[in-house]
């Protein structure tokens, strides 16, 4: 069965660090762009970061650059997303996705076209407190 399963997620105070992980089995991890989105209450869902294995390019939103860092463990087919000085803007469900195209297309980290990704896992919240 393709699974993507994430954690890390959790109540940190403004400035603190989390790290994301999402372990992935089913389907060829080396084969797909690897993306973290997240969605806050009552916002659309956004592409926060992406890994292009052409080359393992990261691409970061620019509310999350120099604060986030998006990184690939092959050998154990896992996803990470360090984050850092939290906002409580930062506050939101984050998921792991993977697609072979969408996400390496030009519309950045396959962002407006969330919803026609091949892979998804359940999210794992992570909430900022001021």
């Known amino acids: 069965d393709v699974q993507l399963v994430e954690s890390g997620g959790g109540l940190v105070q403004t400035g603190g660090s989390l790290r994301l992980s999402c372990v992935v089995s089913?389907?060829?991890?080396?084969?797909?762009?690897i993306a973290w989105f997240r969605q806050g209450l009552g916002n659309e869902r956004e592409a926060v970061s992406c890994?292009?294995?052409?080359?393992?390019?990261?691409y970061y939103a620019d509310s999350v650059k120099g604060r986030f860092a998006i990184s690939s463990d092959n050998a154990k087919t896992t996803l990470y997303l360090q984050m850092n000085d939290l906002k409580p803007e930062d506050s939101a469900v984050y998921y792991c996705?993977?697609?072979?195209?969408?996400?390496?297309?030009?519309?950045?980290?396959?962002?407006?076209?969330?919803?026609?990704?091949?892979?998804w896992g359940q999210g794992t919240p992570v909430t900022v407190s001021p």
């Open positions: 890994l292009i294995r052409a080359g393992d390019i990261p």
């Open positions: 089913g389907f060829t991890f080396d084969d797909y762009n």
């Open positions: 996705a993977a697609d072979k195209i969408l996400i390496a297309s030009t519309n950045y980290c396959g962002h407006s076209l969330w919803r026609y990704l091949e892979l």
